[in-house]
C-alpha cells in the first residue's frame, strides 16, 4: 500500500506519533485483551482519569481506538482495521527499500 492521499498520510503520522509513548502503548495492550471502561482502565494503569482522558483523545484521533458509550461509561477497544493500515504501510516500505550505497559527495 502506497499512501495515496494526504488523510491516509495523516493517519499513519497520527498512528506512529501514538505508539510512541508508553502510557499509550500500556493502553492498547490491555485492550488488546478486552473492551474496557474507563475506570477499569484507570485502576489497571494507576494514572488519573484526566491524564488518562488525554491518551485516550490521542488514539481515537489516531483512529487506533474505538470509544462506545453505554450508560453513563464510556468503554474503548482497538480499532484493528487501522492498525492493519499501519502495518500494511511499513511492510510496503520494507519490501519496496532499494537501500542503494550513497553516492560520493564532491
Not at 502506497?2 to 493517519?11: A, C, N, Y
Not at 493500515?85 to 527499500?97: F, G, K, P, V
Request: aromatic share 6%.
Amino acid at each position: 500500500m502506497v499512501v495515496s492521499s494526504s488523510s491516509d498520510t495523516i493517519f499513519i503520522m497520527a498512528g506512529c506519533h501514538s505508539l510512541s509513548d508508553p502510557l499509550r502503548l500500556a493502553i492498547i495492550e490491555l485492550l488488546q485483551k478486552q473492551e474496557l471502561c474507563v475506570c477499569e482502565l484507570c485502576d489497571r494503569l494507576k494514572v488519573s482519569q484526566s491524564k488518562l482522558s488525554f491518551h485516550l483523545k490521542t488514539l481515537k484521533e489516531a483512529k487506533l481506538i474505538r470509544a462506545r458509550q453505554s450508560g453513563r461509561w464510556m468503554y474503548y477497544s482497538l480499532n484493528l482495521p487501522q492498525f492493519v493500515e499501519i502495518e500494511q504501510y511499513l511492510a510496503d516500505l520494507r519490501r519496496n527499500a532499494t537501500m542503494n550505497p550513497a553516492s560520493n559527495c564532491e
